[in-house]
């Protein structure tokens, strides 16, 4: 079965995320870089990946996405920091 990803990306200063999910993550990032996948993302000038979570089944990956979407502003700043302290950008690609 094909991977999927939950990712959350952020701005410099960490003030704004955003949660997206794809089953091809280095496009994906691509087009958040090249402010094309999304008006928010381009907005708030969200284009450094700070987490991520890998599943082996797309359903899973949307269910996660929908229930972080859900999540109080500190909840997923917390659940960032316990893989993530410092909220360094992945350098993932």
Known sequence: MKKSFVYILTNTYRTTFYIGVTVNLSKRL???????????TKKYNLKDLIYLEEF??????????????????????????????????????
């Open 30 to 40: 691509y087009e958040h870089y090249d402010e094309t996948a999304s008006l928010f």
């Open 56 to 93: 082996s089944d797309i359903n899973q990956a949307i269910a996660r996405e929908k229930q972080l979407k859900n999540w109080h502003k500190e909840w997923k700043l917390n659940l960032v920091k316990r893989v993530n302290p410092n909220l360094k950008t992945s350098d993932y690609q």
